[in-house]
C-alpha cells in the first residue's frame, strides 16, 4: 500500500502529529487508509488540506467554521457566498477585539498615566484594579 506516513504528512503541513490525529478524530480530516500494522497512511492531497486547516486557524477560524470551509472547498464549481459569509463574520469578530483591545489599552495608560509613582497606598494601578467602577470604560 502507497502513500504518505503521518510523520511525512506533519513536515509536509506544518501540522503536529498529535493534532492530525485529533483532525482526524473530529472529522476535519478525511479518514486514512491504513497499513497491516494500523498505521496512517495519507494521500496526496491530505497535507494540502491539514496546511489549509492550519492557515485556518492561524487567521483564529473556530472549527465549526474551517469545517464549512473545508466544505465549500469541496465543491468548487459553487459560488463562494458561503466562504465570503464565513470570512465576513470572522473580520467582524476581529473588529469587535479590536475595538476592546483598544478600550483595553486606553484604561491601562490612563491607570499607568494616574500612578504616583509613589507608595501601593496611592498607587492608581492598585486603586483601580480593586474597583473596576474606577475604570473609564464598563466592558474592556
Given amino acids: 500500500m502507497i502513500g504518505i506516513s503521518i510523520g511525512e504528512a506533519a513536515k509536509l503541513s506544518g501540522v503536529k502529529i498529535p493534532t492530525i490525529r485529533f483532525y482526524e478524530e473530529i472529522a476535519l480530516l478525511r479518514p486514512t487508509a491504513r497499513t497491516e500494522a494500523n498505521r496512517r497512511l495519507f494521500t496526496d492531497e491530505d497535507p494540502r488540506r491539514l496546511s489549509f486547516i492550519r492557515h485556518c486557524r492561524e487567521l483564529g477560524f473556530e472549527l465549526d467554521a474551517i469545517r464549512a470551509l473545508l466544505k465549500v472547498q469541496d465543491s468548487p464549481k459553487q459560488s463562494c457566498d458561503a466562504a465570503d459569509a464565513i470570512a465576513r463574520q470572522?473580520?467582524?469578530?476581529?473588529?469587535?477585539?479590536?475595538?476592546?483591545?483598544?478600550?483595553?489599552?486606553?484604561?491601562?495608560?490612563?491607570m499607568i498615566e494616574g500612578c504616583g509613582h509613589g507608595r501601593v497606598g496611592q498607587c492608581r494601578v492598585i486603586e483601580t484594579l480593586a474597583d473596576h467602577a474606577k475604570c473609564v470604560t464598563p466592558r474592556h
Fill in 90 to 110: 470572522r473580520l467582524d469578530e476581529v473588529e469587535r477585539r479590536l475595538r476592546s483591545l483598544k478600550a483595553l489599552k486606553k484604561e491601562l495608560t490612563r
